[in-house]
């Protein structure tokens, strides 16, 4: 607001944000489950020219036709702000809750990973997948497939630690995320 | 879909066809007149409208020009425009008028037809993804696979166009839907639980307000569209509460009218191409009251330096407008006229007495004395700001309402037109689509058929939606297209001497029409005018004829629309009264 801000952009056209400290939020969408909602929310994302990092949909509330979208998002304090009025403004969508900020979010992200290798590593890769909870939902006499639930840094980790072991195919949900309590929402 | 019904409102439920439940649905909205073109995907409803004389449907020549004409109707009425179109090259064709309303939040039903559900997805002659297109242009769009919620979801539509920040809506309609049979249901009790906009203020907030303008030593009043959506109360409430104050008043391209212009408080537009006064007091401010305007980047210019010792007050309907592009101290969300009806009564609630502003205003004063809307004149030929001048002397005291194209000649309209009454002004301010004035003109006229309906055209921009004046000769809507033709592009030209020394690439149009024998041509009457000796009794001609006009007004070639923010430059550095070629720096010229 004060004049001698130098950091601030020219104009709107080149608020880049990028010199701002950026934010990494979970953000609980929940919509109208109708054709179309997901490409509304999405396109707001791309249109305005804001990130997704993880995307995970899937109808919660059959009764009602609800479904709960999950994005991780990041950007400036003020863009977060905008992301949230944003989403309110589609018609569809019934809330906005950002997990992040409430403090009280956990989150949990689900990963197969497919690690293939004989010998050794495969001693390895299978040790260390008791390490980590991960569990065997597949194997071969060449390969592994586990699969491991847990916030995303430890899948993040997990996969660090297979790829010299032989992992070579991974797939992940996205985040998901709920409030810690008694209380709903 | 989570739309509710009145568990009583469908004692009235009646069964027809798809295309039935479409007309008596609009009927039901209070439709009196819409805007269209026929094609094999609406054909069921144009066979009902056949048979339904109470809404008078204006052909059209092109989809786009449905779509200005509803948003001009809409725009001068306060009530829904609504356009009725084909698929696939009907709905593309009125994708630019639903951006449109978009961008300046005007009230529009769109109906598309559709390829019958079963041929969707196959690229069926005439099929388009109307609702995957129209999706990030529209407030909010449908597709109707289902007759049993078409008539719930059409009286959805008219309450989301037309509540909260009015918008497009579009509803696509599959021709198989159309020739279904189901229910209609009432519009009474049809609502969407996840969509509530917030209308009332809060209390408290209007109280902060009230003391921040109790202690401003130099306040302003930023209005904007958002009063004029408002209705005619806000404007009122606006004009009682600047009565109540005294503050002085500056308003947005878009909300030109809310405040009289002739009003001694008013400062003219602010913005780009607004007055050294309106420019100077938002720089200067120590308060600014922003009503229903959003910081669009014609109005802030550089936002680093933009009123740099002001408290902010924003009041918008959109949550999503606060601190968007200009952070606010009190943001407050509700509907414009609630919010000033409220501050009115809080105001006189405290103090009655108006604040001392003595001093703001001499300084006020000084910037006006600059006048900067001044221009040198000429015997020889016709200025185009004295063109706007003499057609506003001469049309000031009739019904008169105003639409514009894009480009110089709607800034110039904009400077030397001066309105006293809000709905009076229709103008394509956040897109800037030229084409925009004369269909919105022939949706002006249809609204209001005995009033003056002038299109303030260039002879540029006129000729992207010419066609409708085919429109205006058919449906006997004599509306007045008055063309300040200087042969340019004269906003392009103008950019390209600011910008681009002079090198004038592809912004003068050779082999331009005879104007008079092309309005002769579609049965209109065709004025010519280059001596400014002649201009009023030419006006006059114009004005007199019973029918549309085509007013070829020869202009000044190269004149320039001044004052000028630069593009990437602040308020209180505006270009005044000649361009030099180095005003804008380096990071200016990659603006737009």
Known sequence: MSSNQTDIPASAYDMSHIDEADERRTLAIIVDNEPGVLGRVVGLFSARGYNIESLTVAEVDRRRHRSRITVVTNGSPQMLEQIEAQLLRLVPVASVTDMTKSKRGVERELALIKVAGTGDKRVEALRIAEIFRAR???????????????????????????????????????VLSIKRGAEPG | MDTQAHPGADTEARMMTGAEIVITALQEQGVEVMFGYPGGAVLPIYDALYSTPEIRHILVRHEQGAG?????????????????????????????????????????????????????????????????????CAKHNYLVMDVKDLARTIHEAFLIATTGRPGPVVIDIPKDVQFA???????????????????????????????????????????????????????????????????????????????????????????????????????????????????????????????????????????????????????????????????????????????????????????????????SGSDTEIKPQYAIERLHALTKDRDTYISTEVGQHQMWAAQHYHFEEPNRWMTSGGLGTMGYGLPAAVGIQAAHPDAL???????????????????????????????????????????QELLHEERYSHSYSDSLPDFVKLAEAYGGLGLVCDDPK???SKIQEMIDYDGPVVFDCRVTKAENCLPMIPSGAAHNEMILSEITGDEIDETGRGLV
């Open chain 2, 68 to 136: 200005h004409a509803a948003e001009g109707y809409a725009r001068s009425t306060g009530k829904a425009g609504v356009a009725l179109v084909t698929s696939g090259p009907g709905a593309t064709n009125m994708v630019t008028p639903i951006a449109d309303a978009m961008m300046d939040s005007i009230p529009m039903v769109v109906i598309t037809g559709q390829v019958p559900t079963h041929l969707i997805g196959t690229d069926a002659f005439q099929e388009c993804d109307t609702v995957g297109i129209t999706r990030c």
């Open chain 2, 453 to 495: 309906v002038i299109d303030i055209a260039g002879e540029a921009s006129v000729q992207m939606v010419l066609q409708e004046l085919s429109t205006a000769v058919q449906h006997k809507l004599p509306i007045k297209i008055f063309v300040l033709n200087n042969e340019w592009m004269g906003m392009v030209r103008q950019w």
């Open chain 2, 534 to 536: 002649d201009l009023d």
């Open chain 2, 181 to 375: 049979t189901g229910r209609y249901i009432g519009k009474d009790g049809v609502t969407r639980r996840t969509y509530q906009p917030q209308t009332e203020p809060h209390p408290s907030l209007i109280e902060e307000a009230i003391a921040m303008m109790r202690k401003a030593k130099k306040p302003v009043f930023y209005t904007g569209g958002g009063v004029i959506n408002s209705g005619p109360e806000a404007s009122q409430a606006l004009r009682d509460l600047q009565k109540a104050t005294g503050f002085p008043v500056t308003s947005t391209l878009m909300g030109l009218g809310a405040f009289p212009a002739s009003h001694e408080d008013w400062l003219g537009m602010l913005g780009m191409h607004g007055s050294y006064e309106a420019n100077q007091a938002m720089h200067d401010c120590d308060l600014m009251i922003c009503v229903g305007a959003r910081f669009d980047d014609r109005v802030t210019g550089r936002i680093d330096a933009f009123s740099p010792n002001s408290k902010k007050i924003h009041i918008d309907i959109d949550p999503s407008s606060i601190n968007k592009v200009i952070s606010v101290e009190l943001p407050i969300i509700a509907d414009c006229g609630n919010a000033l009806t409220a501050l009115n009564t809080a105001w006189k609630g405290t103090r009655p007495e108006k604040p001392d502003l003595t001093d703001w205003r001499a300084q006020i004063n000084a910037w006006r004395a600059r006048k900067s809307f001044a221009y």
């Open chain 1, 136 to 174: 065997v939902i597949d194997t071969t006499n060449e390969s592994f497939i586990f699969e491991l639930t847990g916030a995303s840094d430890k899948i993040d980790q997990f996969c660090a630690l297979m790829r010299p072991l032989g992992l070579n195919e991974v797939s992940r949900t996205g």
